[in-house]
């Protein structure tokens, strides 16, 4: 029905945390989420996670965060922040 559709959209517009069990997620990561919406009896509405994607950083901040978090061998945050300063907006 319509009101499902407009809290789907309202939902997609705040910031939420979801518990799951996700492989090689990153802190502060954005993720593209699918799933469904449910309610449990003692923490109330859950979001349960049936496929996600990650999205990669568009921010400069975001963009040293994820290269200086291990996710590339050697590199660390102050290498990460060499290379955005070098490269600046030639990095995606």
């Known amino acids: 029905d319509g009101e499902g559709s407009i809290k789907n959209y309202f939902r997609s517009l705040i910031q939420l945390t979801v518990s ?19 309610r449990h009896a003692t923490y109330g509405e859950q979001f349960r996670v049936e496929y996600y994607e990650a999205l990669l950083p568009e921010e400069e901040e975001s963009i040293i965060n994820y290269l200086g978090s291990g996710i590339v061998e050697g590199v660390r945050l102050a290498t990460a922040k060499k290379l955005v300063a070098h490269f600046n907006c030639f990095l995606w």
């Open 20 to 38: 799951t069990n996700l492989a090689n997620i990153i802190t502060g990561e954005k993720l593209e989420l699918e799933g469904t919406w449910g």
